[in-house]
């Protein structure tokens, strides 16, 4: 016959579970308390962090507190940068020249409108105009994507520059629209 018998020194799992079972020491149990003895939690140290108010990560709350003070970086243009999302593809390296895909360092930055500070409305009408078609209705969001560079860093940071000439464009535009307006109003009175 072709089955292959265990060599007899080899061991059946449950042999090695016995092993293990006897071998475990029954006075390493950390809840164990022994006759005469304080009982010493095993989470002391962890408790004693919560009472010197220091978290698990180590820090202590006069350090959250200073990061909680910390202000949020915004774009020249308003946008608060995290209110960006960018997303990127990676592919696999190839075998043989160019050795990378060619949508490899296209960036899509996505940024909902709401995070866009307009103040007026005439504002937010000719930015709608400006983007176009980028712009998704239903969903509220601003898509835009770069692979003009050769590095995805180039091209998010031709995406960001890009956003911010766009809503400093529409807010320039939005003004002239309204003096203009105004100069008519002016002009017929």
């Known amino acids: ?28 149990d950390p809840f164990e308390v022994r006759p005469g003895e304080q ?18 990560l180590g820090t202590t709350r006069e ?6 003070q910390i202000q949020e970086q915004h774009l020249e243009c308003g946008i608060p940068e995290s209110a960006l999302r960018f997303q990127t593809t ?9 050795y990378v895909a060619p949508a490899e360092h296209r960036v ?5 409108i709401e ?4 103040e007026s409305e005439m504002e937010k009408e000719v930015f709608l105009e400006i983007v176009g078609s980028r712009y998704n209705k239903e969903k509220g969001v601003l898509q835009m994507s770069s692979e003009k560079f050769a590095s995805r860093i180039e091209n998010k940071r031709h995406l960001v520059g890009m956003i911010e000439r766009i ?14 307006d105004q100069n008519v109003m002016e002009s017929t009175n």
């Open 63 to 68: 350090m959250e507190d200073f990061t909680a």
């Open 108 to 112: 899509v930055v996505k940024v909902p």
């Open 39 to 56: 009982y010493v939690s095993p989470y002391a140290a962890f408790f004693a962090n919560i009472e010197a108010g220091r978290t698990t």
């Open 115 to 118: 995070a866009i500070p307009f």
């Open 167 to 180: 809503v400093s464009s529409a807010k320039r535009l939005a003004k002239e629209f309204a003096a203009e």
């Open 1 to 28: 016959s072709n089955k292959s018998v265990p060599p007899k020194n080899s061991l059946s799992y449950t042999s090695l579970r016995n092993k293990i079972t006897e071998a475990t020491d029954l006075s390493d």
């Open 90 to 98: 990676s592919y696999g390296r190839y075998q043989l020249p160019p």
